[in-house]
């Protein structure tokens, strides 16, 4: 990362309090140390052995484990500050960043906050109030209705005004909740009612807007700065328009095929925006654009306002070379921003991938615990991690393990280098997104830039299925097992097995790969580099990454299978959550497949499944219950015939 000493000024900040977790956690730390400042970090038990913890200069303890009791707790991170002396509190993004009444308190207790002005935050916070707003300023919003009059009837009316699709949003929400699409007037009604309720449930607000449904949307974002003293300058645009459900997966800068004069009008549109809420430190102005064509200025409209650092914020860095926390802190302090518009230029291109503890596999279900190995290329991709090997991703928090940033003069080499670096990202045991990811860089439409957010849904299916491991990589893993086989002849394994050192090497050798057999040629061993990565693991294992999916491979069967789903019927809680609905009741019978309670854990709804064809004989759940990792949700009597 650039980072210009301060030259010839001393910050204001001396000490900064930050009120996150994980890898933002880090990274505000890293620039704060590079400029000379003291970091406290407040964590809870469950993040206590985390990199964040022991790399800020001081660390509190603020509490146990779920966010409500302390990364949302204002008043036990305000007490932290005072205690350590902190002199500023930076929020990081989530949690507290857009709370503009924690934004007072900490302005109320002579702290500086490095987040957005509490009066930007609360003009941005409502969809409709912010739609309206940027109406006025002359910001182009999409076409649709956001009137006071919430009765079904009038919703239904307007919806048909506007015409089909439609979406409906919840006046509160973020995070992709509160969110749908209706693409007829029969399905209205049902659908306005499910969406009231996911935004009561989780804004505590049901007041809805309406939105034409742009089809084919790209979402394409504006980096935007304010200072105290009136500037406002834009760092150009993000595509973050690979989506999966709404949340961004893979982002880049800029944005494919945008032209000189529509970015310049788009970025324009973007400072008018800051401008009306007398924007002040680090701001993103979130677009839809309408992807169906080439981009378009008029096709191109104002969805939010994100008033605090993004995730995606490394993209902009890379390609501008500046230090967006360092600029976020000097604002704060009362500095002018530290380069003039005419200053900041695109150098390159970036491209930014979320990598997350999941299975893809398993209709990504978050996958939690320790991770043994988490060992990414040394290829000069920047690496922005919350964890290190040996640490746990925790059911309480966002599965978020990394973020990984490529940048190169192009688009391509810059693809190219991201999809290189996810094919070798070994992780163990945990389950990744590293495979769709790295499959997903290489999608034809997304390498020639024709991107939409509906892209990752279209090609889930190729998008979630890992390839068969090459035979070369095979024939490493072979001989490496060798190495280890003739390591531990004396040993417990060896007996039994059909690897033998002094085998024909043109036969073949039964490799157990995640379960699976997979008859393996032993030939052209030294012959192929194979296309992959190769680690040992314990004495008679072996680590096999290949296109960002690593697998456990030996030559006997693994003493217990990996999977977590019961062969006896019984579907037990993946994870602590709470149950959102209970699809099927006793006594009833069901296919394999079919879903029979959905369970809410860390912002993401999992559906389970039955396993088999079968009756329902236990249901000892029901929906609004929060149940614990491993509870018993339903068994499933096989079915007799
Ligand atoms: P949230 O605040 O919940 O993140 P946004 O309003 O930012 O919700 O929208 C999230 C995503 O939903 C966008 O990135 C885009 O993919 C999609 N989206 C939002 N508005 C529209 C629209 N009018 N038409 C089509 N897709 C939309």
């Not at 009008?265 to 701001?283: E, F, H, I, M, Q």
């Not at 005419?342 to 991770?371: C, H, K, M, N, T």
């Not at 810059?414 to 999608?443: C, E, K, S, Y």
């Not at 012959?527 to 992959?532: Q, S, V």
Request: proline share 6%; charged share 25%.
């Amino acid at each position: 990362m650039p980072g210009s000493a301060c030259s010839g000024c001393d910050p204001v900040i001396r000490s900064l309090l930050i009120a996150n977790r994980g890898e933002i956690a880090r990274r505000i730390i890293r620039t704060a140390r590079r400029m000379g400042i003291r970091t406290v970090a407040v964590h809870s038990d469950a993040d206590a052995a985390l990199p964040f913890v022991r790399e800020a200069d001081q660390a509190v303890r603020i509490g146990r484990a779920l966010p409500r009791d302390t990364y949302l707790r204002g008043d036990l991170i305000l007490a932290a500050a005072r205690d350590a002396g902190a002199e500023a509190i930076h929020p990081g993004y989530g949690f507290l960043s857009e709370n503009a009444e924690f934004a007072d308190a900490v302005e109320a207790a002579g702290l500086v906050w490095i987040g957005a002005p509490p009066a930007a935050i609360r003009a941005m916070g409502l969809k409709d109030a912010a739609k309206r707003l940027m109406d006025e300023a002359g910001v182009p919003t999409t076409p649709g209705y956001l009137g006071d009059d919430q009765s079904s009837e009038r919703l239904a009316m307007e919806a048909a005004r506007i015409g089909w699709p439609v979406l409906i949003k919840a006046v509160a929400g973020g995070g992709g909740k509160g969110m749908r699409r209706v693409d007829r007037a029969p399905d209205f009604p049902d659908a306005l009612a499910s969406c009231r309720r996911e935004a009561a449930a989780a804004f505590g607000d049901d007041r809805v807007l309406l939105e034409k449904y742009i089809l084919n949307p790209r979402h394409i974002e504006v980096q935007v700065f304010g200072d105290r003293h009136g500037g406002v300058v834009h760092l150009f645009e993000r595509d973050c328009s690979l989506q999966r459900r709404h949340q961004k997966v893979i982002e880049e800068a800029p944005a494919p095929g945008m032209a000189p004069d529509t970015r310049e009008s788009l970025c324009a549109a973007a400072v008018r925006a800051a401008r009306a809420v007398d924007y002040v430190g680090a701001g993103t102005i979130e677009f839809i654009a309408d992807g169906s064509g080439p981009l378009r200025a008029d096709r191109i409209w104002f969805m939010e306002m994100n008033t605090r650092l993004q995730v995606e914020h490394p993209v902009t860095e890379a390609i501008t070379g500046q230090d967006l926390v360092e600029w976020q802190i000097r604002v704060a302090s009362g500095e002018a921003l530290p380069r003039t518009q005419q200053e900041l230029r695109i150098d390159g291109w970036a491209v930014e991938a979320r990598l997350y503890a999941e299975d893809p596999a398993r209709d990504f279900l978050p996958s939690i615990g320790r991770v043994d190995v988490l060992a990414p290329p040394d290829d000069g991709v920047r690496v922005d991690a919350g964890i290190e090997a040996g640490d746990a991703v925790s059911p309480f928090y966002d599965p978020m393990i990394a973020k990984l940033i490529a940048h190169a003069p192009t688009r391509e080499q810059a693809i190219d280098a991201l999809a290189a670096h996810m094919d070798g990202l070994m992780i163990w045991p945990l389950r990744t997104n590293a495979g769709f990811v790295a499959r997903a860089l290489r999608q034809p439409d997304f390498a020639t830039g024709h991107v939409d957010t509906g892209l990752l849904g279209r090609e889930h299916t190729a998008l979630a299925s890992d390839r068969a491991i090459d035979p070369p990589l095979l024939a490493a893993a072979i001989r490496l097992l060798g190495e280890a086989g003739e390591a531990s002849l004396h040993g417990p394994w060896g007996a039994g097995s059909a690897f033998r050192l002094n085998a024909d090497p043109a036969s073949t050798v039964t490799l157990h790969i995640d379960g699976d057999r997979v008859e393996a040629s032993r030939n052209a061993i030294a012959a192929i580099r194979p296309n992959g990565r190769c680690l040992r693991w314990g004495d008679d294992a072996a680590l096999l990454c290949q296109e960002g999916v690593t697998r456990l491979a030996g030559l006997a069967p693994p003493l217990r299978s990996a999977g977590a789903m019961a062969g006896d019927g019984a579907v037990l809680a993946p994870m602590p959550g709470r149950v959102v609905s209970v699809e099927v009741s006793v006594g009833e019978r069901v296919e394999a497949g079919r879903r029979l309670v959905v369970i809410e854990a860390m912002k993401m709804e999992q559906a389970l499944l039955a396993p088999f064809d079968g009756v329902v004989e236990a249901l000892p759940v029901e929906a609004g219950g929060s149940v614990p990792e491993g509870a018993l949700l339903v068994r499933i009597a096989p079915a007799a015939d």
